[in-house]
């Protein structure tokens, strides 16, 4: 069923690897005309023009952005008991692995008298984006919202689509997990004009003001990555997500059935997800071809599920021993890595590129969406090259603090004076000089 990639016997260099290699991808610039007008409507008219687009591609109109505090308390209270603790071991899992995450300042004494403190400082304001669409994400939200509260964010704000089915509101159990964190401003707006209010601001429709935020964090479609590009630089942003991605390197020791199940979880978020098997066993891969057509009898989504996997995006590569899969799988930079191999944990320790390494048949990558503790907002189409999830760090800016003594500074006048003057930029060095020197 999965396209093939047979680079057995071969040794493809870096740039060879990657443009033979199963990519998805969207192009965010097709999209860019479309949203800049919604971003510029925003801009100019706030929750109005907003609410106008929540209509027009939403199809309701909420009564107001801000969803009333009732409403949370009501979305908690009638929760599914089962998902509520499910929610609440994958929380305490969470917050356990990100707090562990939290940098601490630091001070260095360059010379006597003269130090240099790195503080770390958290974002002020932050607008946290859960999507709607194909399914509904309350693990989004423990993704955001705990690094952030980690962090020490004083101010958090979800934003998710009014739902037409839930009387304009975010779906219900969004509005849960968000109570059941204790945030207590959720927006009901989504796609490219959440991006722009949580950006300029606005006036609610009681008159209540709507803070704009300093940072925007978490996945959304390709009109919420375009508006993302967009207010870039106004507000800060985690990612660009894409697709979501899987790959799997395995050998003749995994088993087909899991391989199978590990790709199917991951093609079932989108058509356009990829799944990518990286293995040095054809047995397997023409295992894991008839698991798949097995599976994919009894998979709920099974159209969306068959587009994903019969798309350029997937496909299995062939290689010649693990050291080639690495070589494969670190050029490829999946956003989640699964390593089925004979000592897996050696192999794993190799990885210097992806999101996320799963180790192992017990770690599959639906336990890090959900439970393991990490976080799964993570960087696609082959950023984990230069790119990391999301954790503390995302909500802390380091501030570097220099504190010197008139002596420190003048034991090393010289050098300041000489350098600007190397760069001839003088008058950095006169305000050094004229500290210890009259002016003549």
């Known amino acids: 069923m999965l396209a093939r990639t047979d680079l057995r016997g071969r040794t493809p260099s870096t740039a060879e690897l990657r443009a033979a290699l199963p990519r998805g991808g969207v192009d965010v610039d097709a999209v860019l005309h479309q949203v800049r007008p919604v971003v510029d409507a925003v801009r100019e008219r706030g929750a109005a023009a907003a609410l106008d687009f929540s209509e027009q591609f939403d199809g309701v109109r909420p009564a107001q952005i801000r969803v009333p505090q009732a409403e949370l308390d009501r979305a908690l209270a ?39 403190t790195e503080r770390w400082v958290p974002v002020d304001r932050v607008g946290l984006y859960v999507p709607g669409g194909n399914a509904v994400y309350p693990s989004s939200v423990v993704m955001n ?53 949580l950006t300029y601001g606005g006036t609610d429709t009681d008159g209540a003001e709507l803070a704009p935020v300093d940072l925007i964090t978490g996945p ?11 207010c870039r630089g106004l507000v800060g942003i985690d990612a660009e997500a894409g697709p979501t991605e899987i790959a799997i390197l395995a050998d003749h020791t995994a088993d087909a059935v899991h391989v199978a199940a590990d790709m199917i979880s991951q093609a079932e978020h989108d058509v356009m997800a990829a ?27 099974k159209e969306r599920v068959t587009a994903a996997l019969s798309g350029t995006q997937s496909g299995t590569v062939l290689v010649s021993d693990v050291e080639a899969g690495l070589r494969v799988v670190n050029a490829y930079a999946a956003e989640h890595l699964e390593i089925q191999t004979e000592n897996a944990t050696a192999v794993a320790a190799k990885v210097t590129s992806a999101g996320a390494v799963f180790v ?14 990490s976080n799964h907002v993570l960087p696609t189409a082959g950023c984990a090259r230069h790119s990391s999830g999301l954790s503390v760090q995302t909500f802390l800016r380091g501030i570097h603090v220099v504190d010197y003594s ?12 000489t350098l600007s003057n190397a760069e001839d ?16």
């Open 78 to 116: 009638e929760l599914d008991p089962a998902v509520r603790a499910a929610l609440e071991v994958a929380i305490e899992r969470t917050r356990k692995v990100h707090a562990d995450q939290r940098r601490k300042d630091t001070t260095t004494q360059v010379v006597p008298g003269g130090t240099v």
């Open 145 to 197: 919202v705990v690094p952030a509260q980690a962090a020490g964010v004083r101010s958090l704000v979800v934003a998710s689509p009014p739902q037409a089915e839930f009387g304009g509101l975010p779906h219900p159990t969004i509005l849960a997990a968000a109570a059941l964190l204790g945030v207590d401003e959720v927006w009901a707006v989504g796609g490219g004009q959440a991006v722009a209010l």
């Open 275 to 301: 799944s990518v098997l990286v293995t040095t066993s054809i047995e397997l891969a023409d295992a894991v071809d008839t698991a798949l057509a097995a599976q994919l009898e009894i998979t709920k989504h």
């Open 406 to 417: 008139e002596s420190a500074l003048k034991e090393v006048s010289g050098h300041v004076i």
């Open 360 to 373: 192992g048949p017990w770690a599959p990558v639906s336990l890090g969406d959900y439970c393991a503790g």
């Open 425 to 440: 930029l003088p008058a950095h060095g006169e305000a050094v000089r004229l500290r210890f020197e009259a002016l003549r």
């Open 220 to 230: 959304g479609n390709i009109y919420v990555t375009a508006a993302k590009r967009l």
